[in-house]
């Protein structure tokens, strides 16, 4: 039999394209009515969020989530 080569593939039409998966932390935070976003810092400033989060057993996300509820707790007016 003889093997395909990649003219062969070129010539061929493809049958279809397929929707690109969507990934699991996107999907598990869709569900849990969160939205994924990011977070620009200067290096210095996440170096020390790591050594507090390594010396307190938690995640730096934990630690910013902290930080943005103690905010909002400051601000009630602004929450909707």
Known sequence: MK?????????QKPTSTPE????EPAAAAKREGRIIT???MPP???VALKII????GRRVNDLILEGIAYVLT??????Q
Not at 3 to 11: E, F, I, N, Y
Not at 20 to 23: D, L, R
Not at 74 to 79: F, S
């Open 20 to 23: 690109p998966a969507e990934s």
């Open 53 to 56: 989060a390594a010396k307190s």
């Open 38 to 40: 990011s977070l620009r």
């Open 3 to 11: 093997r395909p080569s990649l003219s062969d593939a070129r010539s």
């Open 74 to 79: 400051l601000y009630p007016d602004a929450k």
């Open 44 to 46: 210095e400033d996440l």
